[in-house]
């Protein structure tokens, strides 16, 4: 059993979350313009990795690193060879390495080989299944314990984002030697025509979206310097035919720095929450043919739009029609359609959308001016037939229906906005971190700048180590929620990096599935520091939730 397919469609951060997810064995093969790589897993977990052209084995990488001389290294060589040990055994033993200095020789080796490969935005991978610990590489070089690739995924993704902040020039850019003279911005390699497209897709062994992450000249020149006055935030556009995503993508050229466009939904739904994560809201693009996402389960444009705007209400989405025109039953979270573009008339999307992005702040704008104030509506509605309305569920009630819906086995929502949601509304303020190899790093807040603390960019920031507070200590620990006071330094640092003065009680829970606490939520009563409120119910659901991403994670 194998999985192929193309860098460009399918990042290295997403093939490494999925081969960590699903716990598979087995060899990934990466290959591109620049070089050839591999990298080993056993049960989801990385054991070696290695470049073309770079080191084969222990006594190349001591060699490579400057550790050894080459005579020196061949010497220490022949001799473990003629004892019948390794060469890590004879390092050791001679006193050149020890056995810890060797195995963090090892790791290093394994992390820098695999960011490296970060760097390769263009190419192809395999990932071959079932490998019985058998590798194309040294035994010498293989870790003794796998190293977690989610940590390598987060890592090579920061990397690339701080490469692009810093202005550094992206694969397929020119170097400033081959700049265009006629223009002093650096610009990217043209995309392929249409024709080249179609038949590189079909020489693709595994049908998946072609991602057009590079802009033409213009858009791409100004995305390296930065947005421009009157550019558009970045665009994501899914649409299955391709000859309709070359002319989105050529009407939109000058509209906005940074145009994804997909032909998968799942693909386009990763890139939109992608930016999400940021702190960045994208403009969606959905046409009216849109594909069944199969991660989520929604079946057409007006599903996605829901579970869109569920995660981010403020997003604006528009519809690709034809002619323009609103479709029967379109949802009122529907901000708009777009005309699907004809052969030659490409710029008139541009102008179509603009007209609805500003449509749009008008509308948005006319929402935020102040209102006459109006007089009171009644606690209780009598309707026409005389009998009395039925009350309004209560927040514990309505907690109940949530956890409810969570455990139903054919739920495919998102669940960790949900619990934050239901949560804030227990609590004044709320932070969700996720657990991640030791550490506890930021993921979403409500709240928190009430008192001081950070944003919801400003949250993912926040790191430290998940032992490190006795709060979420003892989460970890009982794999149960607690509350209190703080009681040690890492309670205060806590306290410190979500702004204000310490809370003098905070409520801290885990969302656990059967094998790892995932996540933590911490809550607290600021700005007003009043008593914890009954969290039966919460608990209630956080048990539900957890139970939820269990089911998720075993179907991925």
């Known amino acids: 059993m194998s999985l192929v397919g193309s860098l460009e469609d399918l990042g290295l951060g997403e093939i490494l979350q999925i081969i960590s997810l699903s716990r598979k064995s087995g060899q990934l093969c990466l290959r591109c313009e620049d070089g050839k790589g591999w990298i080993l897993f056993r049960d989801g977990e990385i054991r070696a990795a290695e470049l073309e052209g770079g080191p084969t084995d222990l006594r190349e990488l001591l060699v490579a690193r400057g550790a050894l001389g080459p005579e020196a290294a061949e010497q220490l060589a022949r001799a473990a060879h003629e004892s019948g040990a390794s060469l890590a055994e004879v390092l050791a033993r001679e006193g050149v390495a020890s056995a810890a200095r060797i195995a963090a020789l090892r790791l290093e080796h394994v992390e820098a080989t695999v960011l490296r490969m970060f760097h390769w935005a263009a190419g192809e991978f395999s990932f071959e299944m079932g490998l019985a610990g058998e590798h194309s590489g040294d035994a010498d070089l293989v870790l003794a314990t796998g190293m977690n690739p989610q940590f390598l995924a987060l890592e090579g993704t920061r990397l690339q984002d701080e490469r692009c902040a810093r202005g550094e020039p992206e694969p397929g850019v020119r170097a400033a030697s081959e700049e265009d003279p006629s223009d002093g911005d650096e610009i990217w390699t043209p995309e392929p025509e249409p024709e080249e497209t179609s038949r590189a897709a079909e020489r693709a062994p595994l049908e998946v979206a072609r991602e057009a992450t590079s802009a033409p000249p213009r858009a791409a020149a100004r995305a390296r310097r930065g947005s421009a006055p009157g550019e558009l935030p970045p665009i994501v556009v899914i649409e299955p035919e391709l000859p309709d995503l070359e002319r989105i993508k050529h ?256 409520f801290v829970a885990p969302l656990a599935t059967e094998s790892a606490v995932v996540a933590l939520l911490y809550a607290d009563t600021l700005p007003g520091d009043g008593p914890l409120p009954e969290c039966t119910a919460l608990e209630s659901l956080l048990r539900a939730a957890g139970q939820a991403l269990d089911r998720a994670l075993r179907n991925r």
């Open 251 to 506: 009407g939109l050229a000058d509209a906005a720095a940074r145009i994804h466009v997909f032909q998968r939904s799942d693909l386009g739904i990763a890139r939109i929450r992608h930016y999400l994560a940021r702190g960045e809201t994208p403009v969606v693009i959905l046409s009216s043919r849109t594909p069944p996402d199969p991660l989520s389960g929604a079946r057409d444009w007006r599903e996605i739009l829901a579970r869109l705007k569920t995660q981010a209400p403020r997003m604006p989405v528009f519809l690709l029609e034809e002619g323009g025109s609103r479709p029967e039953r379109a949802p009122e979270a529907l901000d708009g359609v777009l005309p699907r573009p004809e052969p030659g008339g490409e710029r008139e999307l541009e102008a179509a959308l603009r007209a609805c992005v500003a449509s749009l702040g008008a509308r948005a704008e006319r929402a935020a001016a102040p209102q006459p104030e109006l007089e009171p509506l009644p606690a209780l509605v009598v309707p026409a037939n005389g009998g009395a309305a039925a009350p309004p569920p209560t927040l514990a009630e309505r907690i109940g229906a949530a956890a409810a819906r969570l455990r139903d086995p054919s739920f495919r929502g998102e669940v960790l906005p949900l619990v934050l949601r239901l949560a804030a509304e227990t609590f004044s303020r709320v932070a969700v971190f996720m657990v991640r190899d030791g550490a506890a790093l930021g993921m979403a807040q409500v709240g928190l700048p009430s008192a001081g603390g950070p944003d919801d960019s400003g949250i993912r920031r926040v790191a430290l180590r998940a032992d490190e507070p006795a709060w979420f200590r003892r989460v970890l620990e009982t794999r149960a929620p607690a509350g209190g006071p703080p009681s040690d330094e890492g309670d205060l640092r806590l306290a410190a990096l979500l702004g204000g003065a310490p809370a003098s009680q905070a």
